[in-house]
Antibody, heavy 129, light 111 residues
Framework: QVQLQESGPGLVKPSETLSLTCTVS????????WSWIRQPPGAKLEWVGY???????EFNPSLKSRVTTSVDASKNQFSLRLTSVTAADTAVYYC???????????????????????WGRGTLVTVSS | QSVLTQPPSVSGAPGQRVTISCAGI?????????VHWYRQLPGTAPEVLIY???NRPSGVPDRFSGSKSGTSASLAISGLQAEDEADYYC???????????FGTGTKVTVL
């Protein structure tokens, strides 16, 4: 059974860089696309971006200038870096697997139709001095 | 302003049927992108209930069903149970925003 676990500092100072790692256990990281999603306290979910070990990645345009991701297939881990953080970046950060499926015609749906089928437990990151 | 709008709360008695709406616009649901639904129990990560508008992953009871029409989608929960108390989110893709988007979330209360 595939499981995901986030890890990283729970407190980051304003203007510094937030770094998180997601460890995938029970399956290979190279087969799927992997994503980061965050949820500010009491607020809704926000997609941050997704990545694949061959280097393909896409990011939320509102965060694109500050986000990078990477995959370490040897450790079965993928990572998130968010630069120049402010209090608005305080949130629970989830790592998740993003997958496609087959439509009624039996064809694989395009990437814009994908959904998040497995989630980590999430880790709270607070931005504060 | 969110691109996927849900009612803040819905409630029902045990055994009743409730529906949660997800109102989109022409660049997301109206463009034909599929809608997925997640349940988030208090203090836990979301879990998928419905994918591709109306498909249930294995293990999800058939009490949960999804539908879509025009620029909106709905999640129906029949035979409401106490364990259904949670926050529910819809999710789709928005071509104007070039990314995946989530709804505003709906809290379901079992009376």
């Amino acid at each position: 059974q595939v499981q995901l676990q986030e890890s990283g500092p729970g407190l980051v100072k304003p203007s510094e860089t937030l770094s998180l790692t997601c460890t995938v256990s029970g399956g290979s990281i190279s087969t799927f696309f992997w994503s980061w999603i965050r949820q500010p306290p009491g607020a809704k979910l926000e997609w941050v971006g997704y990545t694949h070990f061959i280097g393909t990645s896409e990011f939320n345009p509102s965060l694109k200038s500050r986000v990078t991701t990477s995959v370490d297939a040897s450790k079965n881990q993928f990572s998130l870096r968010l630069t120049s953080v402010t209090a608005a970046d305080t949130a629970v950060y989830y790592c998740a697997r993003i997958v496609g499926y087959f439509d009624r015609s039996g064809d694989s749906v395009g990437r814009n139709y994908w959904y998040f089928d497995l989630w980590g437990r999430g880790t709270l990151v607070t931005v504060s001095s | 302003q969110s691109v996927l709008t849900q009612p803040p709360s819905v409630s029902g008695a045990p055994g009743q049927r409730v529906t949660i709406s997800c109102a989109g616009i022409s660049s997301n649901i109206g463009a034909g992108y599929d809608v997925h639904w997640y349940r988030q129990l208090p203090g836990t990560a979301p879990e998928v209930l419905i994918y591709g508008d109306n498909n249930r992953p294995s293990g999800v009871p058939d009490r949960f069903s999804g539908s879509k029409s025009g620029t909106s989608a709905s999640l129906a929960i029949s035979g409401l149970q106490a364990e259904d108390e949670a926050d529910y989110y819809c999710q789709s893709y928005d071509s104007s925003l070039s990314g995946y988007v989530f709804g505003t979330g709906t809290k379901v209360t079992v009376l």
